[in-house]
């Protein structure tokens, strides 16, 4: 199986900073790769699906890249709102594996 | 708007059943393949199993195949999750989640989550 690994575990960043998470997949899966918001006490939501697609409604300070092993996730200018985990799945084909999250907090 | 609504969930004690029943609403729910996912206290995401539109596929993680069936009535709108020989290591939030597109359940991403239904393992 696909194993999905994302780094760093969790990081601590200011209001307005530029945050970057990896993800990167053990075997090439294209750009069948979705980030994931999960707000504390709350629900996962989509963000990104495609790699790159920003799912409707999200705001455009998210961003995603990458294809086939290496993908990231980019906040462009960290809000308090966006105090999360954040986690990669991969959806080419069974099992749709989430990464194990990244915890992203305000310093 | 799309509405997934859980339920079912409970303590059990180790070995025993329990069924998940997932009820879902604004779609067409027969055009859409679901997934169960779930979520240890304080952990992250484990995706659990997958079934197709129709039924006629069916996927499982490692975790629980043999022990969990997913299944479907189209005709109810409704998505079931049986979980049978339940560990402590089972016990979490389960959450229904609804494939993004229609008759691809396969290479689709998971566009709807239900609230989730909280299911514990003990004795």
């Known amino acids: 199986d696909i194993q999905m690994t994302q780094s760093p575990p969790s990081l601590s960043a200011s209001v307005g900073d530029r945050v970057t998470i990896t993800c990167r997949a053990s075997?090439?899966?294209?750009?069948?790769l979705a980030w994931y918001q999960q707000r504390p006490g709350k629900v996962p939501t989509v963000l990104i699906y495609g790699a790159s697609t920003l799912q409707s409604g999200v705001p455009s300070r998210f961003s995603g890249s990458g294809s086939g092993t290496d993908f990231t996730l980019t906040i462009s200018s960290l809000q308090p709102e966006d105090v999360a985990t954040y986690y990669c799945q991969k959806y080419d084909s069974a099992p749709w594996t989430f990464g194990q999250g990244t915890k992203v907090e305000i310093k | 708007q799309v509405h997934l609504v859980e339920s079912g969930g409970g303590v059990v004690q180790p070995g025993g059943s329990l069924r998940l029943s997932c009820a879902a609403s604004g779609f067409t729910f027969s055009s859409y393949g679901f997934h169960w996912v779930r979520q240890a206290p304080g952990k992250g995401l484990d995706w659990v199993a997958l079934?197709?539109?129709?039924?006629?596929?069916?996927f499982y993680g490692d975790s629980v195949k043999g022990r969990f069936t997913i299944s479907r009535d189209n005709s109810k709108n409704t998505l079931f999750l049986q979980m049978d020989s339940l560990t402590s290591e089972d016990t979490a939030v389960y959450y229904c989640?609804?494939?993004?597109?229609?008759?691809?359940?396969?290479?689709?991403?998971?566009?709807?989550w239900g609230q989730g239904t909280l299911v514990t393992v003990s004795s």
């Open positions: 079934v197709s539109n129709d039924g006629s596929q069916k």
């Open positions: 075997q090439g899966i294209s750009n069948d």
């Open positions: 989640a609804k494939v993004s597109w229609p008759s691809k359940s396969a290479r689709s991403f998971l566009d709807y």
